[in-house]
Structures are given as C-alpha cells and as structure tokens.
T-cell receptor, first 115, second 114 residues
Framework: AQKITQTQPGMFVQEKEAVTLDCTYDTSDQSYGLFWYKQPSSGEMIFLIYQGSYDEQNATEGRYSLNFQKARKSANLVISASQLGDSAMYFCAMREGTGRRALTFGSGTRLQVQP | NAGVMQNPRHLVRRRGQEARLRCSPMKGHSHVYWYRQLPEEGLKFMVYLQKENIIDESGMPKERFSAEFPKEGPSILRIQQVVRGDSAAYFC????????????FGDGTRLSIL
C-alpha cells in the first residue's frame, strides 16, 4: 500500500483564489509527522508546513494551512489567495514512528496558477 | 547563504566512472539525509547520517553506493561504477536534533550518465 497518496497529478487555480491539495497517508504508528514541500521549476525543495500527529490544532504558516483530519488520515494543504509564484510541484511527506527520520514522499501535485 | 549547500549542481559522468556528491548542512544542523528523485517522481529516502555515524541506510542500494559524514567537512554520497539508471537528482537535507523539526533541503545535484 502507498504510504502517501496524492491523487491530483495536476491542478489549476485562478490567481487570488484558494486551492486545496489532497494528501492521504497510511501508518499504524501513533507518532508521526506530516510535511509539505514546494518544488518550483528551478528544482529546489522548499519546506512549507508541518503537522505533528499529536498536534490538536491545524498548522498554519502565512497563506498555507493544513487541514488535518486524523481519523480520515488526511493532511490536505490549503493555499489561500493564490499567486502566480505558487505555480510549482507540491509534495506531501510523512515521518513515521519515534526515532525514525526518513521522509516518505508522495508523487506530487503540479499546481498551475492562472492570471 | 546559511542554507544547505550541495555541489556540484550538475555532474556528468560516463558509465563506469565514479560520482561524488557533496553536502554541507545548515549551520547548527547535525543530521544529514540523502534522497534521490527520478523525473516526475517524488523523492526517495536513501540514507540518514550524523557526524561519523550512519544511522539509517535502509534506502541505499546494496552495491556501488556509499555515504559518509566525517567529523570535519561535508557529507559525501559516492556512487561507484555508475550506470545509466543512476541518472537522477540527488538531494541532501539537514535538520537539528529533534525529530519533529523539518528537514531543509539543498538545491540538489543533477547527475547525468552518458
């Protein structure tokens, strides 16, 4: 089974609108962390936001928020007020268990923001 | 630039040669990770190191690949006798001590095998 599933290979959004990028995960560990990264066409990986499995509130970082639904095992990224510079690949990743550091990445969603 | 530094940015090798990829972690970070990304795919974990120790190498191919993080100097990912299938982007990341802190990535090394 896939550990991280991103079901949207590509998404379009109009500038200034909000967009939700889906991520579901599969783990039997009680302790885990979920991360979102952005990869622009230039290729670097940029950390956006983190949610711990024991965090009671949804994480927010500026225009990024994470809609964390633990029972559904989903950790969707919400980008508000999209900008042209948000066009990029977005990867959801998970760290499982206590002591393990390896991140498991999903296959990514390519977001294109249209003017 | 206080970020994770990787070099070279691009590396071209012929089949059978050795490739050495270097990574200097962010200042204050003692944990280093290597990932590989094939075109149009997500990153795949290879190895996790602390100074002078390999902590988790569960993602490393059994042959030809090795990694080190010496007491002094950058972390090195070495690929011996490269083959065409080794062509990929190799990313290094670093983090401080706690496991819930994000890994910060370098810009990657694009390895091309002729």
């Amino acid at each position: 089974a896939q550990k991280i599933t991103q079901t949207q290979p590509g998404m379009f959004v109009q500038e200034k609108e909000a967009v939700t990028l889906d991520c579901t995960y599969d783990t039997s560990d009680q302790s885990y962390g979920l991360f979102w990264y952005k990869q622009p066409s230039s290729g670097e990986m940029i950390f956006l936001i983190y949610q711990g499995s024991y965090d009671e509130q949804n994480a927010t970082e500026g225009r990024y928020s994470l809609n964390f639904q633990k029972a559904r095992k989903s950790a969707n990224l919400v980008i508000s007020a999209s900008q042209l510079g948000d066009s990029a690949m977005y990867f959801c990743a998970m760290r499982e268990g206590t002591g393990r550091r390896a991140l498991t990445f999903g296959s990514g969603t390519r977001l294109q923001v249209q003017p | 630039n206080a970020g994770v530094m990787q070099n070279p940015r691009h590396l071209v090798r012929r089949r059978g040669q050795e490739a050495r990829l270097r990574c200097s972690p962010m200042k204050g970070h003692s944990h280093v990770y290597w990932y590989r990304q094939l075109p149009e795919e997500g990153l795949k974990f290879m190895v996790y190191l602390q100074k002078e120790n390999i902590i988790d190498e569960s993602g490393m191919p059994k042959e030809r690949f090795s990694a080190e993080f010496p007491k002094e100097g950058p972390s090195i990912l070495r690929i011996q006798q490269v083959v065409r299938g080794d062509s990929a982007a190799y990313f290094c990341a670093s983090s401080p001590g706690r496991e819930n802190q994000p890994q910060h990535f370098g810009d990657g090394t694009r390895l091309s095998i002729l």
